[in-house]
Nanobody, 114 residues
Framework: EVQLVESGGGLVQPGGSLRLSCAAS????????MSWVRQAPGKGLEWVST????????VYADSVKGRFIISRDNNKNTLYLQMNSLKPEDSAVYYC???????RGQGTQVTVSP
């Protein structure tokens, strides 16, 4: 069974950092380009970042560029998102997603608040 399990979310103050993880099972992560997307309350799904299979290429939404870093450890079958200088507008449920078919996990909640 293909699974993506996100973790690492939580409550953090503005300016703080969090590192999200996405553990893949049921398939080999290194074969797929992966993304992080997020959804804030009452809003649609927003793309955050994408990384290719060999980690040679990564792109970011303008809203997170310079603050977030996407990475992957194919040996651990895990995708990461390092989030720095967090802002209240970064509050959302964050999902990792397989680019080829859009499959995503259950998400992890990130709340940025004083």
């Amino acid at each position: 069974e293909v699974q993506l399990v996100e973790s690492g979310g939580g409550l953090v103050q503005p300016g703080g950092s969090l590192r999200l993880s996405c553990a893949a099972s049921g398939f080999t992560l290194e074969g797929y380009t992966m993304s992080w997307v997020r959804q804030a309350p009452g809003k649609g799904l927003e793309w955050v970042s994408t990384i290719n299979r060999g980690s040679t290429f990564a792109v970011y939404a303008d809203s997170v560029k310079g603050r977030f870093i996407i990475s992957r450890d194919n040996n651990k079958n895990t995708l990461y998102l390092q989030m720095n200088s967090l802002k209240p507008e970064d509050s959302a449920v964050y999902y990792c997603r397989k680019v080829d078919d859009g499959f995503r996990g259950q998400g992890t909640q990130v709340t940025v608040s004083p």
